[in-house]
């Protein structure tokens, strides 16, 4: 078999394997696109972006080894580019004083105010967070959250427990560096200019 014929007849194939896809899951990914962006332009731009980067990703031959799942990735990754692009400040811009008390959760978080850049970005980050300290060991993410969250002092929580403070210190220890790598992604989403 000759060359040109060869590339022609893996072409085709990838055509096919691509409508296949697009016919499968376009419906589904364009109701989840519209569901987080208001405009429909925007959503249909979207759309396309991502089956561009599948046309690509398929031409380069990059292995992907969950479609789906990857087709709404590219997707929520484009959402959120859109709202940056569309956001007047970053969110590394925000201050939180730390004058004014313990510093919150909630301070942190774009306001549920804010339009519907700031509710997306809200919803995105609490979704991640969630995520992220469910999948936490169940001693872990006890301390976590009662030291972190709930502004319990390790003394306290040895008290209650009968767990020493340093056993503690060492189980919130883990849980912060396992949070840290697992949402250091997200963060940088947020932060690029």
Do not use: C
């Amino acid at each position: 078999m000759n060359k040109a014929v060869f590339v022609n007849d893996v072409a085709g194939e990838q055509d096919q394997r691509i409508a296949d896809l697009v016919k499968l899951e376009g419906a589904r990914l364009k109701n989840f696109i519209r569901g987080r962006v208001p405009d429909e332009r925007d959503a249909e731009d979207i759309l396309q972006d991502v089956f561009y980067e599948l046309v690509e990703a398929y031409r380069l031959m990059k292995p992907i080894e969950r479609m789906s799942a990857w087709l709404f990735r590219v997707a929520r990754n484009r959402i959120t580019d859109l709202f940056r692009k569309k956001s007047p400040e970053s969110l590394s811009d925000a201050r939180v004083g730390l004058d004014d008390g313990p510093l919150l959760l909630e301070d942190l978080l774009p306001s549920p105010d804010g339009g519907p850049e700031a509710a997306y970005a809200r919803r995105v980050l609490i979704e991640e967070l969630e995520a992220a300290l469910g999948e936490l060991p169940e001693e872990q993410r006890q301390v976590f959250i009662a030291h972190e969250i709930e502004g319990r002092s390790f003394q306290e929580l040895a008290q209650a427990s009968g767990v020493s403070v340093n056993a503690l210190a060492l189980r919130k220890h883990y849980a912060v560096m396992y949070l840290r790598e697992r949402l250091e992604a997200i963060y940088h989403e947020f932060q690029k200019p």
